[in-house]
Every structure is written in C-alpha cells, then in structure tokens.
C-alpha cells in the first residue's frame, strides 16, 4: 500500500462543530429571560446601589448631601413668586378684619412653603361671625381671604349677657348693650336656638304692632310669649302659634284689643281667650260694682 501524504492525512482531522459544554451552558442561560435581565441589568444596578450605600455611610456624605439639600430647598423658598407679601380681606367690617387677621397669625414676608393654609383655614372659622372661609394664593404675594359671614337677626339674653344668633341659633357674637343693635328682636329664656324660626314668623305675623313689641320670651321650652309695652303679654299655644297671632291682630283691628287697660291676653286655648285687667283697671271696676250696689240699695 503506498502511504498517505500528510496534506491527506491533515484533510482527514475536522474541528467539531459542536460548542463546548460550557459555552453551550453560557447560552442556554443567556436565551432565559429571567437571567439575561438580572445579568444585564440586576447585576449592574445592585454594584450601583451597593457602591452609593458605602458612599451614604460616611458621614461627611451625608452632611455634604444634606446641606446641599437644605441649600436648594431655601434657594426656591426664597424666591419672590412664592413669597406672601400681602393678605387681603374684601368687604368685612373693621372689627371682624381685625378678628380674622388675628386669627390667622400669619407675620408677613413669608414663604407660602411655611404657612399650613388648612390649619390658618380652620383657626379663621373658629370665630363665632365667620361660617366658612376660603383661602387662595394669588399672583403678585398676595393671599386672599374670602369669608362667608353669619348674618346675626336676633338677639338672646341668656342668664348672663347678650348674644347675637343667626338664622340657624349659632352664636355671631356678643352685645354690650341692648342699644347697640335696636334692629334686632330681642328674645329670652331657654331653647331659643332651634325655634328661631317660629320667632321670626310670630313677629312677622305681629307687624300691626311691631312699634309696641319689646321681646319675645320662651317658656318651658314649648312656647312663646310676646311682651309688649305698657306690661302687656300675649300668651301664644305650643302649636298654631302664627294662626294665633294673626287671630289677635283681626281682633285688635276691630275691636282695639290691646289697646285696653288689660295686663295679659291668654290666647294658650284658642278658643277660650282671657283677658287679665291691669290693677288700675281692676280699681276702677271695684269702684264701679261698689257705686251700682250703694245705687241699688238707695232704691
């Protein structure tokens, strides 16, 4: 047999084609999602956290890192279009101005980043005239307040001093004098609050002789009685207390009811009324039965 060259014999011995099994492994790995994100991107993303933790460790970091902070917090606090120059307060009469700017305790200049508005909000709405406020930042440093206030209509004495009440019986604010606001109806006794209503409807009802009423008070908590001059009383019924007060008015428009020499018109049942004469008027009744009894017996 005649021997093979060695070109031959190097043309015989061929590479695998096959990968090695590491790098077959390497790629099978590669091809799973899961490893190729942590490989590409946990990997990388942990060196990073891990290298800024032991750069948050050393304490001179943290300082130069919250001084810097701290340093650009003041810089934008500083700035003039966030800075209060101004609270305005429309259409309030001066004593409740006063009131609300007292209230708000706000000590101007000062950043918009430093005051709580819910907080200088609700320590505004503590005040008995003020039922809601709102509060809005406006160009130019300016804080606007705009209040909706308790309209008061009556006045209450209770056991110790006068009280303005609005609509709804809460407290607006107090009197020195009952000469202050002679606009006013006056009411007394307990349980006014939540009949002020009913209290405004009787006076309506009693316009006729609105010159002549000097209060209204409540008794037992269940009813109304209306106190005139000249000492007079009209006693009003638990229910149907309007009705009642127009009955008398009719009867004062025929008949000048009230403007007799009486003390009290008990109007309680309505279809009873009593009249209770003044002492005068008693006097001179005594004197008359005595005078037509010496008549009658003379004949």
Known sequence: MRPLNKGAKRQRVRRDPAPSRLFYRW???????MYRRLIAFGIPMAAVVAGGHMLWSEPEVQAQVTASLVRARESVERRPEFQIQL?????????????????????????SFHVDLDAVKARI???????????????????EVVIEQRIP????????????LDAEGVRVGYLGHRTDRPDLPLLAGQGVGPHIGEALEILAAAHPVEDRIRGMVRVGERRWDIVLDRDQRVMLPENDAVRTVEHVMAMQMTQHVLSRDISVMDMRDTRRPILRLTETALEERRLQQAIAKDVEHDL
């Open 27 to 33: 790629q099978r790995i590669w091809l799973t999602p």
């Open 87 to 111: 609270i305005r307060l429309q259409d309030l009469p001066d004593d409740l101005a006063a009131q609300v700017r007292q209230a708000a305790d706000i000590k101007l200049p000062i950043s």
């Open 125 to 143: 709405e503590e005040i008995d005239a003020v039922r809601q406020a709102s509060l809005f930042l406006r160009a130019g440093g300016v804080l």
């Open 153 to 164: 209509v009556v006045i209450w004495r209770d056991e110790k001093r006068l009280q303005m």
